[in-house]
């Protein structure tokens, strides 16, 4: 039997509180950097409460770090989502598939390896069978297609 989950985004701490209060299955959230909507800015304290709020209604929470990365933000990058992971997160949402090969070997062999599972951001532009395949192939547990997609498509 197929589980239909709302997920439902988050600007900030009290909108994720609102959407669980709501009835989301799970709610994304980006930090003070690497995600896609610029104005979130969201502490990792922040992150942690609402892991907290969440996980007391069985609410999952993803973090994103849905943005290409510049090499000189890779440390930062990473030592965010290890920080997330501490926090409660239950994944990590990417649009970067270099940050899978981060995931399971740890950041150039600093930094120990991930634990929780990384979705594949709908920024991946995934098309196609062969896409998805391989994305999950590299480390990706969840894809997030592209809205554009038609039914018929999916």
Not at 13 to 19: E, S, V
């Amino acid at each position: 039997m197929n589980h239909l989950e709302l997920l439902a985004p988050a600007r900030d701490l009290n909108i994720g509180i609102a959407a669980i209060n709501c009835g989301a299955d799970a709610v994304y959230i980006a930090g003070e950097r690497f995600g896609a909507r610029q104005a979130a800015g969201n502490s990792i304290e922040d992150i942690r409460s609402l892991c907290e709020y969440a996980h007391k209604f069985g609410v999952k929470i993803f973090v994103t770090v849905n943005t290409i990365l510049y090499d000189s933000e890779l440390e930062g990058a990473y030592r965010f989502m290890l920080e997330a992971q501490d926090a409660g997160a239950d994944a990590i949402i990417v649009q970067d598939v270099a940050v899978a090969e981060m995931a399971r070997n740890g950041l150039e062999g600093r930094f120990e390896p991930l634990r929780i599972p990384l979705h594949a951001s709908t920024q991946c532009a995934i098309r196609t069978p062969e896409q998805a395949r391989w994305l999950e192939s590299v480390g990706f547990s969840r894809l997030i297609l592209e809205r554009e997609l038609s039914l018929e498509q999916i």
